[in-house]
């Protein structure tokens, strides 16, 4: 009866929880990170407001929201927001918000999994524009222009959006389809 225990049942269902729960705790904290840079005080900061709700609605303890409102205080950090573009199937436009404290490794890793779905990347502003922007201290952009699609490109669609957010720098993913 070897590899039959409870334990052992109980000790891959939890290291899968635990994973996951790490890689929310360190997307939701980066964005605090990256939020807490312009003022650490989340009264006059909305957007560092905005993400410590997040956090705390995603059980991060507040410790480490602490933390990470302090070490973008204390120091100047390499972290910074990318704003990615790119056509998915269909033409369906994506606009990709990552934190990474380096860039040179986070945008060819996005570019490749484009690559891997028959996505196009863009040059940076010809698919912004489709979007209405966040209002400040806000954070969902919004499609100006939907498009419908067929159930085949949708179902890439949500195949490629999905591999694009278990990206660990990658915060949202943002698209047109209807």
Same mark, same amino acid.
């Given at each position: 009866?070897?590899g039959?225990?409870? =334990?052992?049942?109980?000790?891959?269902?939890?290291?899968a929880a635990d994973?996951?729960?790490?890689?929310l705790?360190?997307?939701?904290?980066?964005?605090?990170?990256?939020?807490?840079?312009?003022?650490?005080n989340?009264?006059?900061?909305?957007?560092?407001?905005?993400?410590?709700?997040e956090?705390?609605?995603?059980n991060v303890?507040?410790?480490?929201?602490?933390?990470?409102?302090?070490?973008?205080s204390?120091?100047?950090e390499?972290?910074?927001?990318?704003?990615?573009?790119g056509y998915g199937p269909?033409?369906?436009?994506?606009?990709i918000?990552?934190?990474t404290?380096?860039?040179?490794?986070?945008?060819p890793?996005?570019?490749?999994?484009?690559?891997d779905?028959?996505?196009k =990347?863009?040059?940076?502003g010809?698919?912004?524009?489709?979007?209405t922007?966040?209002?400040?201290?806000?954070?969902e =952009?919004?499609a100006?222009?939907?498009?419908?699609?067929?159930?085949?490109?949708r179902?890439?669609?949500?195949?490629?959006?999905?591999?694009?957010?278990?990206?660990?720098?990658?915060?949202?993913?943002?698209?047109?389809?209807?």
């Open positions: 009866m070897s039959h225990s409870k =334990w052992k049942q109980i000790k891959h269902q939890k290291e994973q996951k729960r790490g890689q705790f360190s997307k939701l904290l980066k964005a605090i990170t990256v939020a807490a840079k312009g003022d650490p989340p009264q006059f900061n909305l957007r560092l407001r905005a993400a410590i709700r956090a705390k609605e995603g303890p507040s410790d480490n929201i602490e933390r990470a409102v302090k070490r973008a204390e120091k100047s390499a972290l910074e927001e990318l704003l990615l573009e269909g033409g369906i436009a994506l606009l918000v990552a934190i404290d380096n860039s040179n490794r986070t945008v890793e996005i570019k490749r999994i484009f690559a779905h028959g996505a =990347w863009a040059e940076p010809s698919v912004r524009w489709a979007f922007p966040p209002p400040k201290g806000g954070a =952009w919004q100006k222009f939907p498009q419908s699609i067929g159930a085949e490109e179902e890439k669609l949500l195949e490629l959006v999905r591999d694009l957010e278990e990206h660990d720098d990658v915060q949202n993913v943002y698209h047109n389809a209807a």
